[in-house]
């Protein structure tokens, strides 16, 4: 079975930085993602990197902020997030597949954690 368990969340400051991380057991992945999710919003596209963790792909309004990154060896991806803004604010739910932006192109997902960004 496929498991994927995300931590780090918490409440930070805007301006702030934080790190999640997401680590899978079960199987190999082509894709792993993340996505977040508001209250009253869709679940969006944040950064996806590929299994060797040599390509990566940002949404726009992370870029310059967000960094993801991956412990092959141990399986683990993390996001560093800094210079947090409220509109930050989400559950944000791993995920790994195949593909790259798109939430139908992931497999299986983690529970999520909760970043909360406070003004």
């Known amino acids: 079975q496929v498991h994927l368990v995300e931590s780090g969340g918490g409440v930070v400051q805007a301006g702030g930085s934080l790190r999640v991380s997401c680590a899978a057991s079960g199987g190999t992945f082509s894709t792993w993602g993340w996505f977040r999710q508001a209250p009253g919003k869709e679940r969006e596209f944040v950064v996806a990197i590929n299994w060797s963790g040599t390509s990566t792909h940002y949404a726009d309004s992370v870029k310059g902020r967000f960094t993801i990154s991956k412990d092959n060896a141990r399986e683990v991806v993390y996001l560093q997030m800094n210079s947090l803004k409220p509109e930050d604010t989400a559950v944000y739910y791993c995920?790994?597949?195949?593909?790259?932006?798109?939430?139908?192109?992931?497999?299986?997902w983690g529970q999520g954690t909760q970043v909360t960004v406070s003004s």
């Open positions: 995920a790994v597949g195949n593909g790259w932006s798109r939430s139908t192109q992931y497999d299986y």
